[in-house]
């Protein structure tokens, strides 16, 4: 079983739909991200977490909201999809304690907002 | 924020060949990663780079940090079809592992 498990791994949805993207995490890390990425723009941090209790916008949070439900789980919300959200979504994780260390990344989702 | 610029964008070369790919940032690097994505896929970590003059290497893929801790290159020997895809580099913008990323270079090894 992958390390990161991102679901689902495509999703077509209507514009003003409300959709969630789930990640999950057996690496027992601290720290997870959400990125976006668009041809030619490379990823684009979304938001972040360093644990539980604390979340953090990235550069592009406008439209999204997450939830940190877990230590081994952050959810990315779009409360009402617009077509300039289709992406490649991907969930992130890395461990404080051993300083500063690779992020594990998971198989991406692959939105699109019709 | 800190701004990371990979050149070139997009490389096609002939296997066996060497190539270098470059990545510059607008601020002072603490941590810079080299990610190898497969087209589509989630992201491979290869190497990180934290010293200014710091070189490392895996397999034929070597990457460096300059002395000024503000460009990084890497470079590939004898390139093979298994090198095909989308090189990342990412950057730790303030020690906290808040990384940002470039926007990637294509890279293509025909046979």
């Known amino acids: 079983d992958a390390d990161v498990t991102q679901t689902p791994r495509n999703r077509i949805t209507k514009t003003g739909k409300r959709i969630m993207l789930e990640c999950s995490q057996t690496?027992?890390?601290?720290?997870m991200y959400w990125y976006r990425q668009d041809p030619g723009l490379g990823l684009r941090l979304i938001y972040y977490?360093?644990?539980?209790?604390?979340?953090n916008k990235g550069e592009i949070s406008d439209g999204y909201s997450v939830s940190r439900q877990a230590q081994a789980k952050f959810s990315l919300s779009l409360e009402s999809a617009i077509p300039n959200q289709t992406a490649l979504y991907f969930c992130?994780?890395?461990?404080?304690?051993?300083?500063?260390?690779?992020?594990?990344f998971g198989q991406g989702t692959r939105l699109t907002v019709v | 924020s800190q701004e990371l610029e990979q050149s070139p964008q997009s490389l096609i070369v002939q296997e066996g060949k060497n190539l270098t790919i470059n990545c510059t940032s607008s601020k002072t690097l603490y941590g810079l990663y080299w990610y190898k994505q497969k087209y589509g896929e989630g992201l491979i970590f290869l190497m990180m780079?934290?010293?200014?003059?710091e070189e490392k290497s895996h397999e034929k893929i070597t990457a460096k940090l300059d002395e000024k801790k503000q460009q990084s290159s890497l470079h590939i020997t004898a390139s093979q079809p298994s090198h095909a895809g989308i090189y990342l580099c990412g950057a730790d913008a303030g020690g906290y592992q808040k990384v940002t990323f470039g926007t990637g270079t294509k890279l293509q090894v025909i046979p």
């Open positions: 690496k027992g890390h601290d720290r």
């Open positions: 780079l934290q010293k200014g003059g």
């Open positions: 977490s360093f644990d539980v209790k604390d979340i």
């Open positions: 992130a994780t890395s461990d404080s304690s051993e300083g500063n260390t690779e992020a594990f």
